[in-house]
């Protein structure tokens, strides 16, 4: 099968039961998505899919084929940070972390189509992935302080 992650071209063999979240962190080394329930339940796993936030542990690597998928690794470098990468910094949004990969990624496929979210849509659109340590507020806060980074 062939699908593009992170703006770089893949052709791969894959077995019919082999799933997204293995091959990306198993055969192209993208070690930030995380594996959490396998179940769906948790969110931990979650990657973009053609701008569809995605639990990649429900999804066969085959369903991938032909549409472009990014993971935390895609969206900013140690250099050059994404603006929610930033802000989550800034605002200590993390504890333990392990959350943190998804929860960027769902945030950044909020602002991407939602520049100016509310407290409620920035809820909704990270509700899918269950964080254990920060109580969620500064993670909130940290999508908001980004919306305004990204405005400006």
Known sequence: MKFTVNGKDYALVVESHERLLDVL???LGLK???????????????????????????I??????????????????????????????????????????????????????????TQDQIRRATSGILCRCTGYLKIFEAVQAAAEEMKG
């Not at 998505?33 to 429900?58: A, F, H, P, R, Y």
């Open 25 to 27: 962190r198993n055969r």
């Open 32 to 58: 930030g998505t995380k594996e959490g329930c396998s179940t769906g339940d948790c969110g931990i796993c979650g990657v973009l899919m053609d701008g569809k936030l995605v639990n990649s542990c429900l």
């Open 60 to 117: 066969f690597a085959i369903q991938a084929r032909n549409k472009r998928v990014e993971t935390i690794e895609g969206i900013g470098t140690a250099e050059k940070l994404h603006p929610v990468q930033r802000a989550f910094m800034e605002w200590n949004a993390s504890q333990c972390g392990y959350c943190i990969p998804a929860m960027i990624l769902a945030a950044k496929n909020l602002l991407d189509k939602n520049p100016n979210p």
